[in-house]
């Protein structure tokens, strides 16, 4: 095992980086800020050489990607961060048992966290903002996508942390290859969780692989549907942002799904999609009403497979319904379980879907683009977890934590 050096560090770092105090995390994130600032040219500089290794058509190229508005946006999450109330050591439950025990549940964390990820940089800053506040360890696996963008990010956490005396090995890089993904997967010795975050296939492969347990940040396949009652000026907007705001983001729009009393309205609707030049797979429904006005190099006739799929392109498939239970079985087929929404006026529409839609994150009258830990006033995150076990929902510092009974006696002992 070429990395066993690396395991071994970072379980003995777990017991340098739960004595930090709070005040330390603050200051440590708050130079990594202003490091990474005066980083930008460099990070930029970096990043351009994975980025001539890819081609701009992959959906991966937009994420990969490195600007200063960017590595500004990576700085404020930083500082986002570091202001958070710091979760470790807080009371879950406390009591006293009528033998005089004294019970506490506390939050503590959940020791190595183990990342596998593509070709996102900003990744490696949010995880280790994310695993420094809540005195986890992180040992990062991202791909040989984001190599050189990776090295130079790891070298300004590091620096960082040496100038503050604090062990280097609470963060580390590990080699982009697949030996070292297959040996991060087994290491139950040493790591405690592992999060994949990337496409689905990055994410099935370590669910089915991993003998580590695994929490999923699983893809977005991400519908909206326009009940009969919706505001149009409203679904228009609404699916405008959510498309075209960032279309490589798992919360980007996949399908639109709309009752058939809309079909005379969907030129409308789609007016800014086709200035945006996404490609339209519409149904025979759509398709019909569509074909006259979209741009015709831009409108194609639906297939099985453009439902059920997570774009993360200027992509999007158009379901027509004749009713809610029709939308609702549409999304119970194709859902991932992570944003679904609903435009609607009708309080009861509403109701129902929020109440039947099985999924991480569900809208009414608003943007699935809003699925995001800084949006919700977590910080940065650390991905969107799609299961239910442990965590749902964008995973920030409470769920990075698990909890420990502290047990205080005046000498008990049990009797039977």
Same mark, same amino acid.
């Given at each position: 095992?070429?990395?066993?050096?690396?395991?071994?560090?970072?379980?003995?770092?777990?017991?340098?980086?739960?004595?930090?105090?709070?005040?330390?995390?603050?200051?440590?994130?708050?130079?990594?800020?202003?490091?990474?600032?005066?980083?930008?040219?460099?990070?930029?500089?970096?990043?351009?050489?994975?980025?001539?290794?890819?081609?701009?058509?992959?959906?991966?190229?937009?994420?990969?990607?490195?600007?200063?508005?960017?590595?500004?946006?990576?700085?404020? /999450?930083?500082?986002?961060?570091?202001?958070?109330?710091?979760?470790?050591?807080?009371?879950?439950?406390?009591?006293?048992?009528?033998?005089?025990?004294?019970?506490?549940?506390?939050?503590?964390?959940?020791?190595?966290? @183990?990342?596998?990820?593509?070709?996102?940089?900003?990744?490696?800053?949010?995880?280790?903002?994310?695993?420094?506040?809540?005195?986890?360890?992180?040992?990062?696996?991202?791909?040989?996508?984001?190599?050189?963008?990776?090295?130079?990010?790891?070298?300004?956490?590091?620096?960082?942390?040496?100038?503050?005396?604090?062990?280097?090995?609470?963060?580390?890089?590990?080699?982009?290859?697949?030996?070292?993904?297959?040996?991060?997967?087994?290491?139950?010795?040493?790591?405690?969780?592992?999060?994949?975050?990337?496409?689905?296939?990055?994410?099935?492969?370590?669910?089915?692989?991993?003998?580590?347990?695994?929490?999923?940040?699983?893809?977005?396949?991400?519908?909206?549907?326009? /009940?009969?009652?919706?505001?149009?000026?409203?679904?228009?907007?609404?699916?405008?942002?959510?498309?075209?705001?960032?279309?490589?983001?798992?919360?980007?729009?996949?399908?639109?799904?709309?009752?058939?009393?809309?079909?005379?309205?969907?030129?409308?609707?789609?007016?800014?999609?086709?200035?945006?030049?996404?490609?339209?797979?519409?149904?025979?429904?759509?398709?019909?009403?569509?074909?006259?006005?979209?741009?015709?190099?831009?409108?194609?006739?639906?297939?099985?497979?453009?439902?059920?799929?997570?774009?993360?392109?200027?992509?999007?498939?158009?379901?027509?319904?004749?009713?809610?239970?029709?939308?609702?079985?549409?999304?119970?087929?194709?859902?991932?379980?992570?944003?679904?929404?609903?435009?609607?006026?009708?309080?009861?529409?509403?109701?129902?879907?929020?109440?039947?839609?099985?999924?991480?994150?569900?809208?009414?009258?608003?943007?699935?683009?809003?699925? /995001? @830990?800084?949006?919700?006033?977590?910080?940065?995150?650390? @991905?969107?977890?799609?299961?239910?076990?442990?965590?749902?929902?964008?995973?920030?510092?409470?769920?990075?934590?698990?909890?420990?009974?502290?047990?205080?006696?005046?000498?008990?002992?049990?009797?039977?």
């Amino acid at each position: 095992m070429k990395n066993q050096e690396v395991f071994d560090n970072a379980r003995k770092a777990c017991r340098d980086i739960i004595h930090l105090t709070n005040d330390q995390v603050v200051k440590i994130l708050e130079q990594l800020a202003a490091e990474t600032t005066r980083s930008t040219d460099h990070l930029i500089m970096e990043n351009i050489k994975d980025l001539d290794r890819m081609s701009t058509d992959d959906p991966k190229f937009d994420r990969l990607k490195l600007t200063s508005e960017r590595i500004g946006d990576i700085v404020a /999450d930083i500082l986002n961060v570091s202001k958070l109330n710091n979760p470790l050591g807080e009371i879950i439950e406390e009591k006293t048992l009528k033998n005089g025990l004294h019970l506490k549940k506390i939050r503590v964390p959940l020791g190595v966290v @183990g990342i596998i990820y593509e070709a996102r940089p900003n990744v490696t800053f949010d995880v280790f903002s994310l695993c420094l506040k809540s005195g986890n360890v992180c040992l990062l696996k991202g791909g040989s996508d984001a190599h050189f963008s990776n090295m130079a990010i790891i070298g300004i956490l590091h620096r960082v942390l040496k100038g503050f005396d604090v062990n280097p090995n609470i963060v580390q890089l590990l080699p982009p290859d697949r030996e070292s993904t297959a040996e991060m997967m087994n290491a139950t010795d040493y790591i405690d969780i592992i999060i994949p975050r990337g496409s689905q296939g990055l994410i099935d492969f370590v669910r089915q692989n991993a003998r580590v347990p695994v929490i999923e940040t699983g893809a977005g396949i991400v519908h909206t549907y326009i /009940d009969q009652n919706a505001d149009l000026t409203k679904a228009k907007a609404i699916i405008t942002n959510a498309k075209l705001r960032r279309v490589s983001v798992c919360n980007a729009l996949d399908c639109l799904i709309i009752h058939s009393s809309w079909l005379s309205d969907l030129p409308f609707l789609c007016e800014d999609l086709a200035r945006g030049d996404v490609e339209v797979f519409a149904d025979e429904k759509s398709y019909k009403v569509l074909k006259e006005s979209y741009p015709a190099n831009l409108i194609f006739p639906a297939q099985k497979a453009h439902f059920g799929t997570e774009f993360l392109a200027k992509k999007l498939s158009i379901k027509t319904v004749r009713n809610i239970e029709e939308a609702l079985d549409h999304i119970a087929e194709y859902s991932s379980k992570h944003s679904e929404a609903i435009i609607s006026e009708d309080q009861d529409m509403i109701s129902r879907f929020s109440k039947e839609v099985d999924a991480a994150v569900v809208y009414a009258n608003t943007s699935t683009a809003f699925t /995001d @830990g800084a949006q919700f006033e977590m910080g940065a995150e650390i @991905g969107i977890s799609t299961q239910k076990l442990h965590a749902r929902g964008p995973m920030a510092l409470k769920e990075l934590t698990s909890y420990k009974w502290i047990v205080r006696g005046q000498g008990q002992i049990r009797e039977k």
